[in-house]
């Protein structure tokens, strides 16, 4: 079964930095272009994503030049570097495969990150 475990998140003053893990299995790991994302107010929003190969990446605009994505198949793990955080990052933060398909049936739990001084 398809299973996501996110980890990582927690309180950090403004300016600060904090390492998002998620750990994914049930499918092929190192196909699927891999996710970032994060629950606001206005829904469940794409950050940043990796393609299978990790030869390319693609940020939200508000976060490019902060956070850094990256994966590593052989352990089926995929991660965020967040640099420079400001507030309105908080957020519930998700991994997920970028494209649609069964697996957005099965969201992990996610991981709290709250940026505040």
């Known amino acids: 079964q398809v299973q996501f475990v996110e980890s990582g998140g927690g309180l950090v003053q403004p300016g600060g930095s904090l390492r998002l893990t998620c750990t994914a299995s049930?499918?092929?790991?190192?196909?699927?272009?891999m996710a970032w994302y994060r629950q606001t107010p206005l829904g469940r929003v794409l950050i940043a994503s990796i393609s299978g190969l990790s030869t390319m990446t693609d940020y939200l605009d508000s976060v490019k030049g902060r956070f850094t994505i990256s994966r590593d198949n052989a352990k089926r793990t995929v991660s965020l570097q967040m640099n420079s955080l400001k507030p309105e990052d908080t957020a519930i933060y998700y991994c997920?495969?970028?494209?649609?398909?069964?697996?957005?049936?099965?969201w992990g739990q996610g991981t709290q990150v709250t940026v505040s001084s």
């Open positions: 049930g499918f092929t790991f190192n196909e699927p272009t």
């Open positions: 997920n495969k970028k494209y649609r398909d069964e697996s957005w049936n099965y």
